[in-house]
């Protein structure tokens, strides 16, 4: 499977994988801006920030890397301490979901602060069509062949090219597996996710966005999404850091506690009565 979606020659010009994340932010970016009109918002915002957003989550994305290869193997470590340009080079390795998150995040936040805008109103705007962004990006690993699980007769598996098996299911004569092996498509689990959790969001923004306190959609997806990928994570061929677990089920445990956290306190404040003297608003 080729993972070039356009080339000239030898020369690739355009990766599945990238373009798959430019259409998915897109898609993202015409579903909040529909939403920001629904709301009586100016759609306008969605697209002067999308810039700001994709440039912070790939940088976030790329740093994530960097640090959990780091972690999980010291090789990675000393390759970028001999050669500290290979931290931003991606076709050396990957990107990492939650510092996408993570930069996207803070990019939209400095977005909110400069145009004077409230933080938490907007983050329910522009969360709700993340997870279809998500669920697009999600299938670049199909055509990189990589982040899949381990074999499965299920009929809808997947084949896996020898150049892209790793330890212990390589094929013979390295390893006991032949080509014909299917494994599980766990890009396709967690693509499926994430479209559901975007369909949810999207009822929820609707249903309750007058009841709720401002910023709860987005607590939602902070909780939901963590849970599927912490799911995903058992299936996923990966190396356990602790407990079972491998680093990125520990991030998806950090994060969708900390949301549900938040979530709770939030909502619990906004229906607490003021204090005694105080008028109610």
Known sequence: MDPVAIRIGS??????????????????????????????????????????????GIIGARLQFVITASLENPAYLQGYLANPLSIINTREGGVGIFGALGGGLLAFYLYTRRQRLP???????????????????????YFNQELYGGPTNLPWGIAI??????????????????????????????????????????????????????????????????????????IRLGTPLALGLTLGQFFSLAAGLAGLAVFTYRLRRAASPPPTGEPVA
Not at 121 to 139: E, H, K, M, Y
Not at 169 to 174: E, S
Request: a positive charge.
């Open 11 to 56: 020369v690739a010009l355009v990766r599945w994988y990238g373009l798959l994340i430019v259409v998915g932010a897109v898609a993202a970016a015409y579903i909040d801006s529909r939403e920001a009109k629904r709301r009586g918002q100016d759609p306008d915002h969605i697209w002067s920030v999308f810039m700001w957003c994709l440039i912070g």
């Open 119 to 141: 933080f938490w109103s907007w983050t329910d705007i522009a969360i709700v069509g993340l997870p279809f962004a998500q669920a697009v990006g999600r299938w670049g690993n």
């Open 161 to 234: 090219d020898c150049a892209h098996r790793i330890s212990p299911y390589l094929c013979p004569p390295l390893g006991e597996f032949t080509e014909a092996a299917r494994f599980h498509p766990t890009f396709l689990y967690e693509s499926l996710w994430n479209l559901g959790v975007g369909l949810v969001l999207l009822w929820l923004a609707r249903r309750f966005s007058r009841q709720w306190p401002p910023g709860s959609i987005f607590n939602l997806y902070v909780v939901a999404y963590p849970l599927g990928r912490f799911l995903v994570e058992f």
